[in-house]
Each structure stands twice: as C-alpha cells, then as structure tokens.
C-alpha cells in the first residue's frame, strides 16, 4: 500500500511540517502488473503475500475486484508492506519501503508449483525475498513456462547468476539496467545484459523501448506521442501488457508496440492500477496510433 503526503517541502531531521494531503494508494509492482496483466486479457494468479490489516484487506479486495485470482496471495502475521511516500511542490519525493508481509514469501507450496505448470508465462518482479523469487524461476523452467523479470527494485547485491540464467525475456528500465550491467547508455547496457538472459527490453520512458536479443540486430520501439499527466504506472502497465502478447505467442518486438500503445493510454489519466486500459482500449489504440516499426 502506498500512504503518500504531498507536502510544500519535505521535512529534515527533528522537525515537523504539515502535510497538505494524504493519500492510500494500492500499489506493490507485483500488483500493479497482475492488474495490468488481466485488463490487458490474461488470466492472472499472482502469488504473493498481504498482512493481517486493513491494508491487505483492501488489497485482496482491490486486486479481486479487477479480475485477479488471490487465491496464491497468503496473509502472513505481520503488516501490509507499505511505501511511505512525501511528495513535495517541486515534484521530488522521499520514499520508505517497509516490506513487510512481502518478507515472508521465501518458498513455494504446492499449490503454486501447479499454478506456475499450468501458465503460459510467469512474470517476476523482486520485491519479494530472491529465495522465493529463485523457487518460482526453478518450478517455471523444470515445467517448460517462459519466465519475465522485471528487475526491480535493484537489489545491492548482484543478482545471481542461477537466477538470470532461468529467465527467457529480462525488462529493466533504463536505471535498471544500467545498475545491471554498469553501462549508462541502454544499447551498451542491453547488449551487456544478453550476455547473462537470451532477451532483453529496455523502457525508456518517452523515448519508448528497446528489443535485444542474442544474435540479432537491437530493434527500438518508439513510445506513442500523447500528452502525459500522471506516469506513474507506465512501467507496470506496459511489462503488464507485454507479458499478456508474449504469453499469447505474439513477437517480442510486437509485444513491445502493443505494451507502448497499453502504456501510452495509462499515462494520459492520473492514477496507478486505475489508469491502465483494457484489451479493447489498448487494441483500438494500437490499431490507430502505432506505427509499424
Ligand atoms: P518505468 O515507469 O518503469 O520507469 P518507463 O518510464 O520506461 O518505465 O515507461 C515504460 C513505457 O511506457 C515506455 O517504454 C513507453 O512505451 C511508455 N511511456 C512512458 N512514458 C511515456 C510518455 N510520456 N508518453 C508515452 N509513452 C510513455
């Protein structure tokens, strides 16, 4: 759950100011994405954990409610994780990650083995311990079901190598990557980064995506021009959508048009989890505004 106060300017150590506003907004990248995933037209089980609050309350219903099977989602005995967020008028932001009930999914039951064997795809983010992470990468690749990772948060220490060596397709933004490979120009960092996963799709916010893979030539999708108010769930909505296409057998690259015309959509409304469109939304849009690249 993310608790953001907007504020005229953030408070420094040992004082106190009054915040103008505050805000409980559903979030967690793993959420976001499962809801991404399912308006965009997948069937989605996300597997993951809420604590015994109010918070995980809300974000059980929140995510049944667009459509998410929460069957796999566990209430663990400690708080919701919460991102503790203060806004200031300049735009910047002070952020706080306390993990929380997401702290405890360090392994898999059986149940979400045969989950992961039956999917088309499973798509992980790392705001879980790397434990589970790791369990799940392990079932989808002994079951033959293609694996996406988004990279984030980047964690300090690398990520280790058994990991990158069970993911199919890797979708860092261009930070992500470039704290991955140590490269800050994304060509270098995605060609640096195909030494470690067999595909790689860049984000770069305005300026669109990039498509890597081994042995073929880089391929860069532009992002569609609209005019963006709030782009705050662009990322989640578009690896959301992308994983949709992919897991249908669509090619990355096609994936990468449909997921900027399903993120463009997004970032022309305020909101998180709420701004994300639909299949036929993001179908009509594509249709009409990308162009082939
Ligand atoms: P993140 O939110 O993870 O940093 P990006 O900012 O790279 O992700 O955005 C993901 C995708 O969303 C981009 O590849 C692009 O297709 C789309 N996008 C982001 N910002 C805009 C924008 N201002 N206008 C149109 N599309 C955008």
Redesign the pocket.
């Given at each position: 759950m993310d608790l953001v106060a907007q504020v005229a300017s953030a408070p420094r150590r040992g004082e106190t100011v009054a915040g103008r506003s505050f805000t409980t907004v559903p979030g967690g990248k793993g959420a976001n994405q499962a809801i991404a995933a399912t308006r965009s037209g997948s069937a989605v089980s996300m597997i993951g954990a809420v604590g015994d609050d109010a918070f995980g309350a809300g974000l059980r219903e929140a995510l049944a409610a667009s459509g998410v099977d929460v069957t796999g989602l566990r209430t663990a005995a400690t708080p919701t994780g919460t991102a503790h967020i203060v806004v200031d008028d300049e735009g910047g932001n002070a952020i706080v990650v306390v993990p929380g009930a997401n702290a405890t999914v360090t392994a898999l039951t059986e149940d979400d083995e045969r989950r992961i064997a039956r999917a088309q795809a499973l798509l992980l983010q790392l705001e879980t311990p790397l434990e589970g992470v790791l369990s799940a990468a392990r079932a989808a690749h002994a079951h033959g079901v293609r694996t996406v990772l988004?990279p984030?948060p980047v964690p300090v220490e690398p990520l280790p190598d058994e990991l990158l060596g069970l993911i199919d397709l890797l979708v860092p933004?261009?930070?992500?990557a470039a704290a991955l490979s140590g490269k800050a120009d994304p060509h270098e960092a995605a060609a640096a980064l195909l030494e470690r996963v067999p595909e790689v799709v860049?984000?770069?916010?305005?300026?669109?995506?990039l498509y890597a893979a081994r042995g073929a030539e880089p391929v860069t999708?532009?992002?569609?021009?609209?005019r963006?108010v709030d782009?705050?769930?662009?990322?989640?909505?578009?690896?959301g959508a992308l994983c949709t296409a992919y897991a249908e057998g669509r090619t990355v690259p096609e994936a990468?048009a449909w997921?900027?015309a399903?993120?463009?959509l997004?970032?022309?409304r305020p909101g998180a989890s709420s701004s994300m469109p639909d299949r036929t939304e993001i179908t009509q849009f594509a249709t009409k505004e990308v162009p082939a690249s």
């Open positions: 988004t984030a933004n261009e930070h992500e860049v984000t770069l916010g305005a300026a669109g995506s999708v532009p992002a569609v021009r609209v963006a782009t705050t769930a662009a990322g989640d909505t578009f690896v990468m997921a900027s399903a993120s463009a997004a970032v022309q």
